[in-house]
């Protein structure tokens, strides 16, 4: 169902690479809700991924851009507004990587060049986006940007690594960024921590079937979904947010309120019984 809440308005996201990203859904969402995109990615993702298809469903001019680069953010901005006629109203940035954690590199023990490139690709490429888009003037009044995030920025997360440090330099710079912008330009700037989500990049995480597991057990709205999320975005690039900036917000079922829940210590107490049970399945008492 459309509420025209983004009718007339123009945007650019960040990280779409195929069906499963959350980048997709948003996208797809936007355009649903009356508004006009560019969608961009890093050429070689552009190539790999099926961007063209999303690009064919939406409508949408595909201006491919390393985030990572200055140059290539100035182009996308620049030749966006061309494509689309005017300044951008909303932007999604839904980049994120870590070296680290695809070389299985614990965290105590991080190759600190790796590093630099997921604090770089993870978080200093929002600040790049948003210096970008206000030297050269391209976002409207009141525009909205987010960037996704993840509880592991407030939080201790086996496996997560580098990630959470370049997720919490990601929502750091949300808030400095968003007094500035908001200051002199009504420019909203919000993280929103979504739940674990089966995308690509997700999905890629060690442990990430236990992890969503546990979240999904620990919340009491359950995980929230891809679709869901790309619902909340939609809300926060619309004008009924217009005073909503500078804060992470949490998309996760209420996973980020939570101590423990019920699911979660029946199964907590269900694997001590699973571990003292002999071969034959007889708890094993003593």
């Not at 001019?61 to 620049?78: G, H, K, Q, Y």
């Not at 004008?239 to 500078?246: A, F, I, N, P, Y």
């Amino acid at each position: 169902m459309s509420f025209n809440l983004l009718k007339g308005k123009r945007g650019i996201i960040f990280g779409a690479l195929n069906d499963a990203s959350i980048a997709w859904k948003v996208a797809e969402r936007a355009v649903e809700e009356g508004a006009q995109i560019v969608l961009t990615n890093t050429a070689v993702a552009c190539r790999m991924g099926t961007i063209d298809e999303l690009a064919k469903k939406t409508n949408a001019t595909v201006i491919p851009a390393d985030a990572t680069s200055v140059e290539d953010l100035t182009n996308l901005f620049e030749k966006a507004q061309e494509a689309m006629g005017g300044k951008i109203d909303f932007v999604l940035h839904s980049c994120a990587m870590s070296v680290n954690m695809r070389k299985k590199r614990t965290y105590d023990d991080l190759d600190y060049s790796f590093l630099n490139k997921t604090l770089d690709i993870s978080a200093i490429s929002f600040h790049k986006m948003l210096q970008v888009a206000k030297k050269l003037d391209a976002l409207s009044e009141g525009a909205s940007v987010l960037a996704l995030t993840y509880v592991a920025s407030h939080r201790t997360f086996f496996g997560y690594n580098d990630m959470a440090d370049a997720k919490s330099l990601l929502e750091s710079i949300a808030r400095s960024f968003g007094y500035i912008y908001g200051r002199e330009k009504h420019v909203r700037i919000n993280t929103i921590s979504q739940s674990p989500t089966f995308t690509t990049a997700g999905s890629g995480i060690k442990g990430f079937d236990g992890l969503y597991d546990f979240s999904d057990r620990m919340s009491p709205l359950g995980n929230a979904s891809a679709d869901e999320c790309a619902d909340y975005c939609v809300v926060m690039f619309s004008d009924l947010t217009r005073k909503v900036t500078m804060q992470t917000l949490f998309h996760d079922g209420g996973f980020s309120s939570m101590g423990m829940s019920l699911r979660g210590m029946t199964q907590y107490n269900k694997s001590f019984i699973d571990d003292n049970r002999d071969e034959n399945g007889k708890i094993i008492y003593g």
